[in-house]
């Protein structure tokens, strides 16, 4: 597993929904998005990611694209799109 893995990533490497839940509530798996999980803390890369496998047709927006774009130079402080 990587930083970021979705569920149906989980499940393909054979772990069940109630393995999942149980990492998530010990902490070895942060859930970031529904369906989304991060095995390391994640930075606001990652988050951008993170967004981009929760809904593929996403289109990040205002000081996300300008940094994303090398527009902005201070990272946001959160992800929009």
């Known amino acids: 597993m ?9 499940i ?5 929904v109630s393995t999942i839940s149980r990492r998530s509530r010990s902490g ?6 529904p369906g989304v999980y991060a ?5 606001y890369m990652d988050l951008c990611r993170a967004v981009a496998l ?3 047709d ?18 946001p402080r959160s992800v929009e799109a």
């Not at 393909?12 to 069940?16: C, E, M, R, V």
């Open 58 to 75: 996403a289109v990040f927006s205002h000081s996300t694209a300008g940094w994303l774009w090398g527009l902005v130079e201070a990272e």
């Open 54 to 56: 929760w809904k593929p």
């Open 2 to 10: 990587g930083v970021l893995t979705t569920k149906a990533q989980l």
């Open 28 to 33: 070895r798996l942060t859930r970031l998005l």
């Open 12 to 16: 393909a490497q054979g772990l069940s």
């Open 39 to 43: 095995t390391e803390k994640p930075g």
